[in-house]
């Protein structure tokens, strides 16, 4: 197997278990159980409107769906396992698609005239998204 570098499953799979399953599936599963919780811990923002509420409750849902993958494709990456690297397409993407669509939403609120969140936020979580799911692209296309 090509690696991208030394130890780069175990590190993609670090990130993907991080950003993936942590973040976004507990996060999300947090936000569906008690949105007020998610709220005073700093999951959702206070200040959200409640035509993006839906929104985000919608995303919640879909995070909470399809997320559960995250720490399987995580944990098989760090285990080394040959299904770890098939699976790790499905959260690559996903993050990707996260980090891609989380700048462009924030984006479009600012120019709607609300700015919920700051600017070291906006450009972290983008590219927290954009390296676990690039990282995760590049380690699974590199294998077997």
Known sequence: MNQVFPY??????????IVGFVFHWIGQLISIL?????????????????????YER???????????????????????????????WFPGVVLVYHGISYWFWTGNRRKAGHKLVSDSMR??????????GGLAIVVAWNAY
């Open 58 to 88: 919608a995303v919640a849902a879909a995070d909470v769906a399809l997320g559960w993958i995250y720490g399987i494709a995580g944990l098989g990456l760090v285990l080394d396992a040959q299904w770890g690297y098939k699976l790790a």
């Open 34 to 54: 008690n949105w007020d919780l998610a709220t005073r811990i700093g999951l959702q923002e206070a200040a959200l409107l409640p035509e993006y509420q839906v």
């Open 123 to 132: 450009i972290g979580w983008s590219v927290m998204n954009l390296v676990a």
């Open 8 to 17: 780069a499953n175990v590190v993609a799979g670090v990130l993907v278990l």
